[in-house]
């Protein structure tokens, strides 16, 4: 689904929209209504940890997917499971270059084949809000620029269930800089019990594009997120266009970038993630950004883990 964020639900007060659109959030009272007949189920052999999120998008729970596999794929035979949304391709040519992932339509499904074929851990990318499955570990992840936004369900809002459902979950990681601490002592303030984790982009390759001035492009859903890392190491960043999240670039609009590149003697930097979802025969003269994740206090990450596998 390419989709484009609404600015208001990022207000930190109520505005118009969200207040006309409010009703509409019960709806999700009644999807979360009739869960209260599934039981979800546990299975015993093998260990899950799923990353996930409440907020819609942006909140880089997939790069911290990748980097868990990374860690435990030493002590344990990993898969990563994402559910097969065809829109989500981009994340899953990513998770593929290094991990082993099952992508269906059906997240049970895909866990039962990772039992099958005897793998010991399987990480999920999204499906907190999945309530077939009852996971060992669960992960929320927050941007530090976005936090909960203005708290609200969605439509209203950005998010996918009630804050307060934190009480549910077991820790919170937070990617960027410059946490807010309000938001942490609201968070401890819902589960007092629950741990929080932090960490933040670095760039490996960034020193290629210092020199020169660029036209930027993403669609990613925290575009903002971008912007700061180009702002963090000085990239002449001199034009920058956002598309929808998980957007499907055409031929004419790479041909437009590029166009307007050449025009304004720009050259074209993105991300990574927006660089997959670009055909292979339109990649020529685009440069992204090769970003890693940097987990803050990461031995006592790796132990909390530990404690749940």
């Known amino acids: 689904m390419n989709f484009l964020k609404p600015k208001f639900w990022d207000k930190q007060h109520l505005t118009i929209q969200s207040i006309i659109l409010y009703p509409f959030t019960y709806i999700l009272d009644l ?141 919170v990681f937070i990617n960027g800089r410059n946490i807010n601490r309000q938001f942490l002592i609201k968070i401890k303030s819902i589960n007092p019990h629950i741990s929080i984790f932090s960490g933040e982009y670095v760039s490996s390759n960034y020193n290629k594009f210092r020199k020169n001035n660029y036209l930027t492009f993403s669609g990613i859903g925290n575009p903002n997120s971008f912007k700061n890392i180009l702002n963090k190491y000085r990239i002449k960043n001199k034009l920058n266009l956002i598309y929808p999240d998980h957007y499907n670039y055409s031929e004419f609009e790479i041909k437009k970038i590029k166009d307007t590149a050449k025009l304004q003697k720009l050259k074209i930097l993105t991300t990574e993630k927006d660089f997959y979802r670009i055909p292979i025969k339109l990649r020529k003269n685009i440069n992204f950004l090769k970003i890693n994740l940097k987990i803050k206090k990461l031995k006592e990450f790796e132990k909390f883990i530990l404690r749940y596998l």
């Open 31 to 171: 999807r979360k209504l009739i869960t209260i007949f599934i039981k979800p189920r546990k299975y015993s052999n093998i260990k899950t940890i799923c990353i996930g999120n409440i907020y819609l998008g942006g909140t880089g729970k997939t790069p911290l997917v990748d980097f868990i596999a990374k860690i435990f794929k030493k002590k344990f035979k990993t898969v990563i499971i994402k559910k097969g949304h065809a829109s989500h391709l981009d994340e899953t040519k990513l998770l593929r270059k290094n991990n082993k992932v099952f992508f269906a339509k059906d997240r049970e499904k895909s866990l039962k084949d990772a039992i099958s074929k005897k793998f010991e851990l399987a990480i999920f990318d999204d499906g907190l809000q999945d309530f077939k499955l009852k996971y060992d570990l669960r992960i929320v992840c927050f941007s530090s620029l976005l936090l909960a936004g203005n708290e609200l369900r969605i439509p209203s809002g950005p998010l996918r269930e009630k804050l307060n459902n934190l009480r549910n979950f077991d820790a």
